[in-house]
């Protein structure tokens, strides 16, 4: 039957839906969902969730943290329908670490769960054992995409705009030159990110290689506590304030050779 649902591998918790806590080495159809069609399933650390094309919301496996969405934190064997939404119908549903976001036909973002740094959004640290929406985000903006990760949460809108909330880096400072940007956080990390096809993104190496969104933390720069950037290189202080140039730059503006361009070691 079309939507069916498969599932195998790791059991211990009973995240496979099967009935059992018995780790299955191949696909085993999940029978509780015999004549449902499930549209999207999710899957988190030890535990599962699934929306179907009626909009119902299931979910199943470990279910301490209240993950699972029905009211207790106990773990199920078998999907069980999640009858708290105020009776919204769901279209996306996505599973962090211990944590289990969904998104109501009506637009409404809802996420339940654990929530020790802030990864379901409501303003508190406290686990939430049924769906709660998710009030910061209003109903003009309409959810695309969502996902889940070991602490954190994020959000796409079809505008384009991406929200994210948890567990973060708290930044000090940044900096921007021509088409990148550096950032130091309050642990005195330098993060880069954007253009680097004359290295001044710090990782030794040339080239952007689309990385625009993710910025990498240059290990050799920890324990600054400002960035300076210019169009192609950058300049950091080193501990006795005594600015050093940390990658290349044109018309020998770092006092190298042309023929001998080449990140500079701190």
């Given at each position: 039957m079309e939507g069916a649902v498969q599932s195998w591998g790791r059991?211990?918790?009973?995240?496979?839906?099967?009935?059992?806590?018995?780790?299955?080495?191949?696909?085993?159809?999940?029978?509780?969902?015999?004549?449902?069609?499930?549209?999207?399933?999710?899957?988190?650390?030890?535990?599962?969730?699934?929306?179907?094309?009626?909009?119902?919301?299931?979910?199943?496996?470990?279910?301490?943290?209240?993950?699972?969405?029905?009211?207790?934190?106990?773990?199920?064997?078998?999907?069980?329908?999640?009858?708290?939404?105020?009776?919204?119908?769901?279209?996306?549903?996505?599973?962090?670490?211990?944590?289990?976001?969904?998104?109501?036909?009506?637009?409404?973002?809802?996420?339940?769960?654990?929530?020790?740094?802030?990864?379901?959004?409501h303003g508190d640290f406290e686990d939430h054992l049924i769906p709660h929406k998710l009030e910061a985000l209003h109903s003009h903006h309409r959810i695309s995409q969502i996902s889940g990760g070991w602490r954190h949460t994020m959000a796409l809108t079809s505008d384009g705009k991406l929200y994210g909330w948890g567990w973060n880096k708290k930044v000090v400072q940044i900096s921007c030159g021509w088409r990148h940007t550096l950032a130091v956080t309050e642990r005195h990390n330098v993060f880069s990110w954007g253009r680097g096809t004359n290295g001044q993104l710090g990782h030794g190496e040339y080239g952007s290689s689309g990385q625009h969104i993710e910025s990498s933390n240059i290990d050799s720069l920890s324990g600054k506590i400002s960035v300076s950037p210019s169009d192609t290189y950058a300049i950091v202080p080193d501990d006795n304030s005594v600015p050093a140039t940390t990658v290349k730059g044109n018309r020998n503006d770092l006092s190298v050779p042309e023929s001998d361009v080449k990140r500079v070691r701190l």
């Amino acid at each position: 039957m079309e939507g069916a649902v498969q599932s195998w591998g790791r059991n211990q918790n009973g995240q496979l839906g099967l009935g059992s806590t018995e780790d299955s080495l191949v696909p085993q159809r999940i029978e509780a969902f015999k004549g449902v069609c499930v549209k999207m399933v999710a899957a988190g650390a030890e535990h599962t969730a699934a929306v179907t094309i009626g909009g119902e919301l299931y979910g199943w496996g470990w279910g301490r943290y209240g993950n699972l969405g029905l009211g207790d934190r106990n773990d199920r064997l078998v999907p069980e329908e999640v009858s708290t939404v105020d009776g919204e119908k769901m279209v996306l549903v996505a599973c962090g670490w211990r944590h289990t976001i969904s998104v109501s036909s009506s637009g409404g973002l809802y996420t339940y769960g654990w929530s020790k740094y802030g990864q379901l959004g409501h303003g508190d640290f406290e686990d939430h054992l049924i769906p709660h929406k998710l009030e910061a985000l209003h109903s003009h903006h309409r959810i695309s995409q969502i996902s889940g990760g070991w602490r954190h949460t994020m959000a796409l809108t079809s505008d384009g705009k991406l929200y994210g909330w948890g567990w973060n880096k708290k930044v000090v400072q940044i900096s921007c030159g021509w088409r990148h940007t550096l950032a130091v956080t309050e642990r005195h990390n330098v993060f880069s990110w954007g253009r680097g096809t004359n290295g001044q993104l710090g990782h030794g190496e040339y080239g952007s290689s689309g990385q625009h969104i993710e910025s990498s933390n240059i290990d050799s720069l920890s324990g600054k506590i400002s960035v300076s950037p210019s169009d192609t290189y950058a300049i950091v202080p080193d501990d006795n304030s005594v600015p050093a140039t940390t990658v290349k730059g044109n018309r020998n503006d770092l006092s190298v050779p042309e023929s001998d361009v080449k990140r500079v070691r701190l």
